[in-house]
């Protein structure tokens, strides 16, 4: 992946696995909201328990598109990888990629929204995320 935001390795464990031995793919599903909750609060700087508990902000996705290229088996390291495509006024969107050893195992693309968990609708993304987020991308990729 060019020039990725946040980077994070995970050991790929049995609960991941079909009985066939490899990755289930929605475990993948699992894995990327692992590393999105640990970009925020690794990466970011910002707690992703206090920014669900407390301030009641969610960022749930709205679209998620995925590529499986190759199985995926337990015992892997499989380093996630995390970069911002696009920053909105109410969303983001995320490129996440996958890979062992070099081989990309599965990339996907979520689009995410901001909302307000008192009513679940969207609102504007926080100035202070706003901000931790513009540090990723060059001033030409933020949207007004």
């Known amino acids: ?24 793919f929605p475990q993948y599903l699992v894995l990327t909201n692992w590393l999105v909750e640990d970009w925020f609060t690794e990466g970011l700087d910002i707690d992703f328990a206090h920014l669900i508990g407390a301030r009641r902000l969610g960022l749930p ?3 998620l598109t995925c590529e499986f290229t190759v199985p995926s088996r337990h015992g892997d390291q499989l380093t996630m990888e995390l970069r911002i495509e696009r920053l909105g006024q109410r969303s983001l969107t995320l490129a996440i990629e996958g890979h062992v050893d070099g081989v990309v195992r599965m990339r996907c693309q979520q689009v995410m929204v901001q909302t307000g968990l008192h009513d679940g609708k969207s609102i504007p993304i926080p100035a202070d995320i706003r901000n931790a987020l513009s540090v990723c991308l060059s001033e030409s990729r933020v949207l007004a």
């Open 1 to 24: 992946m060019d020039n990725p935001h946040f980077s994070k390795t995970y050991l790929i464990r049995f609960q991941h696995c079909d009985p066939a031995g490899i990755v289930y």
């Open 61 to 63: 996705l709205i679209k």
